[in-house]
T-cell receptor, first 111, second 116 residues
Framework: GQQVMQIPQYQHVQEGEDFTTYCNSSTTLSNIQWYKQRPGGHPVFLIQLVKSGEVKKQKRLTFQFGEAKKNSSLHITATQTTDVGTYFCAGTGAGSYQLTFGKGTKLSVIP | DADVTQTPRNRITKTGKRIMLECSQTKGHDRMYWYRQDPGLGLRLIYYSFDVKDINKGEISDGYSVSRQAQAKFSLSLESAIPNQTALYFC???????????????FGEGSRLTVL
């Protein structure tokens, strides 16, 4: 079945440093989504990428979808304490209706 | 009020007991999902339903069953709970936009289940 790998599993950064999490799929994806889960909370949708090579920005967050549509990344510039949480990527295989989640990257920000 | 409501929010039960987790939504979405979250394992799909007459198994359906009682209600049952079903369970809904296989998921607050 489809597998979505996400690295790193944990990341500790000093406030103000940048942060990147990477997502790789074993198969070509039709789309990829990113979610954020705050401690004790539920996952909240951030963005969906559909096109090969697509880049989208949301304030300090930059999302990329690889040319082959098998990998993606989320980059946060100048982290803040409000960025703390676990970031999940989730991909849909071509022709599939199931969203497969990566295991997530847990971000800690040291003030 | 939350758009996706799960009950109960917390439940402690014993091995062998039957447990039902309920989910209701006011978003008017056709698609509903049950996910399980375990530390370090992310979210894994148990079952999903695209409408009242459509039920599909996800990647970890063994030991679980579901019922779609109405467009707004989707319940998850554990017929005979076992300790390794201890987890955080999330219900989610989605709408579908033209040209998409999957849409944005809207999650409930979660139901934490402990099986002793």
């Amino acid at each position: 079945g489809q597998q979505v790998m996400q690295i790193p599993q944990y990341q500790h950064v000093q406030e103000g440093e940048d942060f990147t999490t990477y997502c790789n799929s074993s198969t070509t994806l039709s789309n990829i989504q990113w979610y954020k889960q705050r401690p004790g909370g539920h996952p909240v949708f951030l963005i969906q990428l559909v096109k090969s090579g697509e880049v989208k920005k949301q304030k300090r967050l930059t999302f990329q979808f690889g040319e082959a549509k098998k990998n993606s990344s989320l980059h946060i510039t100048a982290t803040q304490t409000t960025d703390v949480g676990t970031y999940f990527c989730a991909g849909t295989g071509a022709g599939s209706y199931q969203l497969t989640f990566g295991k997530g990257t847990k971000l800690s920000v040291i003030p | 009020d939350a758009d996706v409501t799960q009950t109960p929010r917390n439940r402690i039960t014993k091995t062998g007991k039957r447990i039902m987790l309920e989910c209701s939504q006011t978003k008017g979405h056709d698609r509903m999902y049950w996910y399980r979250q375990d530390p370090g394992l992310g979210l894994r799909l148990i079952y999903y339903s695209f409408d009242v007459k459509d039920i599909n198994k996800g990647e970890i359906s063994d030991g679980y069953s579901v019922s779609r009682q109405a467009q707004a209600k989707f319940s998850l049952s554990l017929e005979s709970a076992i300790p390794n079903q201890t987890a955080l369970y999330f219900c989610a809904t989605s709408d579908l936009r033209r040209g998409e296989n999957t849409g944005e998921l809207f999650f409930g607050e979660g139901s934490r289940l402990t099986v002793l």
